[in-house]
């Protein structure tokens, strides 16, 4: 039977709440678990009672879950109207490279310090990385950090306006393609069929850019939940979120075994807790410093991080309307 959606608000109290800075830039992280280092990036419109039932799954698992906040409102049941207002904040925030041209988005500078933290704090032979719909394509652009091990893109639907985009220079592209081949690197990714944000476009540039470690996965759109959150239904307009607002939470279905499928890929790269010896790393002889505003600071710093100073937006608070593969907007 299929258990009934949650249609609240998500209070993500069974999750430690961290503000973590790296050179001079913070964010609040919901850690929980205990193991091999998970991040788990939100979707559009932000860490919804969804993507933290799929972290809660993930750490279940026997992994350390670390869930960034990077934008919207943390647990939020994801509304239409809200959500769109996220959306827009985000497709002009300085942090962010929502349109083709722009790049590697200049948050993932953050996300590698988050991952060699999280690898320091954790052990284990690496750290996997996670991204979701807008953050989809992070994933990827993290593997330039050398602890991510097991990159998982979960419809990357970035850039907004080109439909075979990858949200990613020119340089970091063959960086990350050069170190997917060097490691043996594999990557997964999902997407429903027909997906107008995360289209066949964008799987075929993936494949060519990485070959045969990308691996590429589309599940059929009638498997999709039909009774998404209101942002997902009026929104997004289609199936979208393979494991997450889309996902029907029933044994044996098609978005069920993909969730399976990525906790497996997942425990194959890092291990588990169950089967996990915490080697003595160098967080644990470190000692943690809280300053004035909340922040942990490891002390001695996180090296090699180097991410200005953000503003809220970049050019403006007001977006147009936007349809996918013009120039606008999304999930």
């Known amino acids: 039977m299929t258990r009934t959606r949650p249609q609240h608000d998500d209070r993500l109290d069974d999750f430690s709440r961290r503000v973590l800075c790296f050179d001079g830039e913070s964010k609040t992280v919901y850690v929980a678990g205990s193991g ?24 279940d698992a026997g992994f350390c879950v670390y869930l960034p906040s990077l934008f919207g409102v943390d647990g939020a049941y994801p509304t239409a109207r809200a ?17 083709a041209g722009g790049g590697t988005s200049p948050v993932v500078t953050w996300l590698r310090a988050l991952a060699r933290t999280a690898h320091a704090e954790c052990a284990g032979p690496g750290v996997g990385a996670v991204g979701l719909c807008f953050s989809g394509n992070f994933a990827l652009a993290m593997a330039l950090e050398p602890a991510v091990i097991a990159p998982v ?33 594999t990557v997964l990714a999902y997407r429903f069929e027909n997906d107008r944000w995360c289209t066949e476009q964008r799987f075929t540039a993936y494949q060519a850019l990485l070959g045969s470690a990308f691996d590429g996965r589309v599940l059929p759109q009638e498997a999709a939940n039909t009774d998404p959150p209101p942002f997902f239904k009026d929104v997004v307009g289609c199936a979208h979120s393979v494991v997450t ?38 967080m644990d002889c470190m000692s943690v410093h809280v300053d004035a505003s909340g922040c942990e600071r490891p002390e001695g ?12 937006y970049r050019h403006g608070s007001e977006m147009p309307e936007v349809e996918p593969g013009s120039s606008g907007a999304l999930s």
């Open 36 to 59: 091999p280092a998970v991040i788990l990036m939100p979707e559009m419109p932000g860490i919804s009672p969804d993507v933290a039932r799929f972290a809660r799954w993930v750490r």
């Open 301 to 312: 710093g996180v090296q090699g991080v180097s991410l200005p100073p953000t503003p809220e």
């Open 245 to 282: 607002a889309h996902l029907v939470d029933q044994q044996g279905h098609p978005t069920m075994r993909a969730r399976d499928e990525i906790i497996g890929f997942l425990t194959g790269r890092l291990g588990t807790s169950d089967g996990f010896t915490h080697q003595p790393s160098r």
């Open 83 to 99: 959500g769109e207002a996220v959306v827009r904040r985000a497709c002009v925030s300085a942090e962010f490279r929502a349109f």
């Open 153 to 185: 893109l979960n419809h990357p639907s970035l850039p907004l306006d080109d439909p075979g985009g990858l949200e990613l220079t020119d340089h970091d592209a063959t960086a990350v393609a050069e170190r997917i081949k060097r490691d043996r690197l």
